[in-house]
């Protein structure tokens, strides 16, 4: 029977030695490293297994229910089994899982998102967001004959080599400021690639230009996670996109802006809410409504370069499930109901859980905020400004903060990732945010016991 937040018990039986949790986690760590291949649940003592989920709401395999603020890490919009979006996927299901040959949700899909996102005259579907960016990584190198690419320091774009710099490093390595050094952040990646990336200041205009002066020939493409929850989810300085635009344009850079996460700030993304029009977009998570998924659109000069018949293509791509119909109807359905009027629904909702949780850390005393926008938060471990990476902590009693908090918000009844991402669905409304915000104070409570 699952336990509602009003009521009182608190949501642990998960760490109980002898619960269903723990037994799978055991079965599971004989067969899977650290028992998921899910990077983001790799957490102490070990993460809690999904049974099912209904809206808003996750029940575990122990039978807790708690809100999911975390919707399959932002992928889920209208949350858990949608009844609309459930019905697309059956009615394709019926049709057809998957062929050889392209079908009609593919090209619907693409219509979609071509008339949303106004930069967008073309669009080539992947299965993943990192396959978006690899692919964008690619046309870009293809469309401008060079080799290197730029990227701002702590943005996150998948786990391609050549994107996995200056993504976690720290005071003890970034180096200047105004010059971050080119660290790996995983093990596996070629020595090579360091020296075809440059790493860039974020909200740093003369940061950038100083560098893409001295490198710019050099680069194919700089890529711009416009909301970074690596970097506390700093919104960028006014004009500082635009500016992005301008420079890359005089350079001949490809300027590509990474919406997998940021695409749900808004009915034509987060370049129709920041500005910038880039060149090229990657996009995936709620473009597939909880199926997997991945695209690059953009350029129609640029995304010719996959017509292989064409006299200059260059890019040879395939894949098995790249545009499958099964995704795509799920993507079509759910962006149909992503009006302007639910936009600007969740933004309110996410307006008022900010301000909410950043009270609540006022009048304990705590150390912490909320940052974000629209309908994505972030729990950061600072009460200071956040201007850019450098600005999120990264020492060691910040990051025990965040993990404790992070374990006291799932025992609350609220789940988020444990680096403090979080995300609204169009299922909750002015009760569920209360009840997160309970969940805070109670988390809050907890800590200081």
């Not at 099912?52 to 890490?73: F, K, Y």
């Not at 850079?253 to 749900?264: M, N």
């Not at 850019?388 to 990264?394: A, D, F, G, I």
Request: charged share 20%; proline share 6%; hydrophobic share 40%.
């Amino acid at each position: 029977m699952s336990t509602r937040l009003n009521e009182p018990r608190t949501l642990t039986r998960y760490l109980d030695p002898d619960s269903a949790t723990a037994r799978l986690h055991a079965q599971a760590s004989e067969l899977i490293p650290r028992g998921t291949s899910r990077l983001h649940y790799l957490f102490a003592p070990y993460p809690i297994y999904a049974s099912h989920g209904a809206g808003c709401r996750l029940t575990d395999v122990d039978g807790d229910e708690r809100i999911d603020c975390l919707n399959n890490m932002t992928a889920l919009i209208h949350g858990h089994c949608d009844a609309d979006v459930n019905a697309a996927v059956i009615a394709q299901l019926e049709r057809g899982m998957s062929f050889s040959e392209p079908s009609p949700p593919e090209v619907a899909l693409a219509s979609a998102i071509i008339d949303r996102v106004p930069s967008i005259e073309r669009i080539h579907f992947r299965s993943s967001g990192t396959e978006a960016v690899m692919m964008a990584i690619k046309l870009a190198r293809a469309f401008t004959g060079r080799r290197a690419i730029a990227k701002f320091e702590g943005a996150y774009h998948g786990y391609y080599d050549y994107v996995q710099m200056g993504v976690g490093s720290t005071p003890a390595d970034w180096g200047p400021s105004d010059a971050p050094r080119t660290v790996p952040s995983s093990g596996g990646i070629s020595t090579t690639v360091p020296g075809e990336v440059v790493v860039l200041p974020f909200n740093d205009p003369h940061g950038v230009e100083r560098l893409l002066e001295q490198h710019g020939h050099e680069i194919a493409a700089l890529l711009v996670e416009p909301l970074s929850n690596r970097s506390g989810m700093v919104l960028p300085a006014s004009g500082f996109y635009d500016f992005l635009r301008d420079v890359t344009r005089r350079h001949g850079i490809v300027l590509v802006f990474d919406e997998v996460i940021a695409f749900r700030v808004g009915p034509d993304g987060a370049q129709g809410r920041y500005g910038g029009l880039p060149d090229l977009t990657t996009f995936g998570k709620i473009i597939g409504g909880g199926i997997p998924i991945g695209a690059v659109g953009g350029r129609a000069e640029i995304l010719e370069m996959l017509d292989a018949s064409a006299k200059g293509g260059k890019v040879i791509s395939g894949g098995t499930y790249s545009g499958n119909p099964l995704s795509a109807s799920a993507g079509i359905a759910t962006l149909a109901k992503l009006t302007p009027e639910a936009f600007a629904r969740l933004e309110h909702l996410g307006d008022r859980l900010r301000s909410g949780v950043n009270a609540i850390f006022a009048r304990a005393g705590v150390r912490a905020r909320a940052t974000g926008d629209a309908s994505l938060f972030q729990i950061v471990p600072t009460d200071r400004p956040i201007e850019n990476y450098r600005s999120v902590p990264t020492d060691a009693a910040s990051n025990d903060w965040l993990a404790r908090f992070h374990r006291e918000l799932i025992a609350s009844g609220v789940i988020v990732s444990q680096r403090g991402l979080g995300c609204l669905s169009t299922p909750m409304d002015e009760t569920t945010i209360e009840e997160c915000l309970g969940a805070f104070e109670r988390a809050c409570a907890r800590m200081r016991d």
